[in-house]
């Protein structure tokens, strides 16, 4: 079973960029598909893309896809998700979630704690 | 953009049953993808707590239930518990969009 551990809280200014983490332990890294979910205060939940580290490329919802990047570091375990040209639309918890294996219609078994992201001038 | 429709909220009395509908779309569920559904304590990150339609996973109590039929779900709780108030969604893999959908949503209450 993985436990994922989310980078901490972020405050950004308007038009800046961000990069949180996501770090993977108690699993094999490779047998995951990551995701990137997030919430708006008081809000639904809303998927934004998605990272097979054993096979990439990332992939991305249309909503996303012209500004945010989601990586994966092999050598360290870990999953980032860099958001860039940030709004106060930006402002919300950003959640690391995986799949068992690589089929992306199957459900997001394990969560991180979530980080928040403060977009203010 | 949430595509799945589900009411804001549910309300009950303890030990009633209650069910949350999950309304989608031609290249979701009418697509026959897997309904997954989700529990959200207040302040917490979102638990999984069905998947593939009517499954739970370990440790779930069998109070909880999912079933759907044709575009639409829905997640049965029977005898509520106080500890049951949270946030409920469901998600579903959509084909036009290539990717996870959520639904709006739908908070219930324990009177």
């Known amino acids: 079973q993985v436990q994922l551990v989310q980078s901490g809280a972020e405050l950004k200014k308007p038009g800046s960029s961000v990069k949180l983490s996501c770090k993977a332990s108690?699993?094999?890294?490779?047998?995951?598909?990551f995701n990137w979910v997030r919430q708006a205060p008081g809000q639904g939940l809303e998927w934004m893309g998605g990272i097979i580290p054993l096979f990439g490329p990332p992939f991305y919802a249309q909503d996303f896809q012209d500004r945010v990047t989601i990586t994966a570091d092999d050598s360290t375990s870990a999953v980032y998700m860099e958001l860039s040209s940030l709004t106060s639309d930006d402002t919300a918890v950003y959640y690391c979630?995986?799949?068992?294996?690589?089929?992306?219609?199957?459900?997001?078994?394990?969560w991180g704690q979530g980080t928040l992201v403060t977009v203010s001038s | 953009q949430s595509v799945l429709m589900q009411p804001p909220s549910v309300s009950g009395a303890p030990g009633q049953r209650i069910t949350i509908s999950c309304a989608g779309y031609s290249s979701n569920l009418g697509a026959l993808y897997d309904v997954h559904w989700y529990q959200q304590l207040p302040g917490a990150a979102p638990k999984l707590l069905i998947f593939g339609n009517t499954n739970r996973p370990s440790g779930v109590p069998d109070r909880f239930s999912g079933s759907r039929s044709g575009t639409s779900a829905s997640l049965a709780i029977t005898g509520l518990q106080a500890e049951d108030a949270a946030d409920y969604y469901c998600?579903?893999?959509?084909?036009?969009?290539?990717?996870?959908?959520f639904g709006t949503g739908t908070r219930v209450t324990v009177l």
């Open positions: 979630a995986t799949v068992d294996g690589y089929n992306r219609e199957d459900p997001l078994r394990y």
């Open positions: 108690g699993g094999t890294f490779k047998t995951y598909t």
């Open positions: 998600q579903a893999h959509d084909s036009l969009l290539k990717g996870y959908v």
